[in-house]
């Protein structure tokens, strides 16, 4: 049996974002996994939460998924909030890292080796306004030929930090301009098959 610890990061706001795309794919999620008997465990930040189970729950897990959507090219300040707080929390309870890796006796040790959380995934779902044509190619202005994932290494670099394996994300894309929710619920089950095997 594997766990999963599923994360809710959307933060509402009236008359853009009230929540409800965040919601149907955190249930999608939810489905795939109990339908291969995967147990789950939720936090919706918006609700609230408390820092030290939020690192027994990162403890527990052997997947992290977080579903959110992107405001200003990152997930809401809120999300970042609770990185600090349960990050710093499980370092210094030593559950997610004992280190940055490097020692002064072997200089060879990378920063960023230290980690505690081997074996573990992480995967990020994402809703955005930008069309899937903005990603990927050089001659877009904004990203430059970056991907989802060029964007968001802010974003998984702390739980690489932590030795947690980086999944490729999933993303919703022109989510206000050209919805097709019923096509990334489908593209959704499917990107999912390979972060559960």
């Known amino acids: 049996m594997k766990n999963i610890l599923l994360i809710n990061a959307h933060q509402f706001f009236e008359g853009i974002s009230t929540g409800k795309l965040n919601e149907t794919m955190a249930t999608v999620i939810k489905e795939e996994a109990l339908k291969r008997g995967y147990e789950i465990k939720e936090t919706v930040i918006e609700k609230g939460y408390v ?18 959507p992107v405001y200003w090219f990152g997930l809401p300040w809120i999300y970042k909030k609770y990185v600090d707080e349960v990050f ?33 995934k992480y995967m990020l779902s994402l809703t955005w306004n930008a069309p899937v044509e903005a990603f990927g190619d050089e ?51 499917n990107h999912l098959v390979k972060v559960f095997t």
Request: charged share 25%.
């Open 51 to 68: 820092i030290d189970e939020e690192v027994q729950k990162h403890v527990w897990a052997d997947i992290i998924i977080v579903q959110g």
């Open 88 to 120: 710093t929390a499980g370092m210094f309870a030593g559950s997610f890292l004992t280190g940055d890796g490097r020692t002064r006796e072997d200089l060879s040790k990378q920063y960023g080796t230290g980690g505690s959380m081997q074996g573990k």
């Open 139 to 189: 001659n877009q202005i904004l990203f430059q030929g970056k991907t989802v994932d060029d964007v968001f290494i802010s974003n998984t670099a702390n739980y690489r930090f932590c030795g947690v394996e980086i999944m490729p994300s999933f993303s919703c894309h022109d989510v206000m301009k050209a919805p097709d929710v019923e096509g990334d619920i489908e593209k959704l089950r």
